[in-house]
Structure formats: C-alpha cells, structure tokens
C-alpha cells in the first residue's frame, strides 16, 4: 500500500525559509506520472503549488510562488521536496504531498491525484 508521509512543516516569519518533505513508501516516484504539492487554507479551494513530471522531468508552479518556490526530488531516498523561500502570509496553509496526476499535459491542471499524504501545516506570520 502506498504512503506519502509529509514532514518539515512549522511556522515561520514572513521572508523566512521551509523545506517540505515527502517521503513514499513502497513505491518509486517515478511510478506516478506526476508526484506535487497542493495546499488549502481555511475556507478556501485546494490549489497546486508545485509538480513535476516524473518521465519528462517537467516542473511546474503556480504563478503566486513562481520564484519562491522549488520543487526538487531524491530517486533514492524516494522523497520530494518543496523548498519555501521568502514566504508571505498568504502562503500560510496545510500543505499535501500527491501523487499520480494527469497521464498528460501540466501536472497542475487537476488535482486529480491517485495518493495524498496526510498533510503538513505552514503558518507564516507577518
């Protein structure tokens, strides 16, 4: 059975810095077409942070963390990160790790994901 456990969540200043962590058991990342990272804030829609496809080695971002953000992986240690920098407080959010994701086009077009972790809260204060 696959497990996506998320890790490195905490609360930080605004300008600040967080790495997320996303570790899966059991399989490799790169069984999924897509492995991401999707957040919600409270009273507010999921929305995608930041995937990559695992084959072609696409990453892609939503344009409110585009040059913030970075996702990056470890093929060995089967673990995804999603480096935080510079965040705001509208970053603040719990914060899924998912795998799976769309057979083809950008990985942040659904959020149509086969596995979630259980998430990892971020909280960001001015």
């Known amino acids: 059975q696959v497990q996506l456990v998320e890790s490195g969540g905490g609360s930080v200043q605004a300008g600040g810095s967080l790495t997320l962590s996303c570790t899966s058991s059991?399989?490799?990342?790169?069984?999924?077409?897509?492995m991401g990272w999707f957040r919600q804030a409270p009273g507010k829609e999921r929305e995608g942070v930041a995937a990559f496809r695992s084959r072609a080695g696409s990453n892609y971002y939503a344009d409110s963390v585009k040059g913030r953000f970075t996702i990056a992986k470890d093929n060995a240690k089967k673990t995804v990160y999603l480096q935080m920098n510079n965040v705001k407080p509208e970053d603040s959010a719990m914060y899924y790790c998912?795998?799976?994701?769309?057979?083809?086009?950008?990985?942040?077009?659904?959020?149509?994901?086969?596995?979630w972790g259980q998430g990892t809260q971020v909280t960001v204060s001015s």
């Open positions: 998912a795998a799976g994701g769309p057979l083809s086009g950008g990985c942040l077009e659904n959020d149509d994901y086969d596995y």
């Open positions: 059991g399989s490799s990342i790169h069984t999924w077409s897509c």
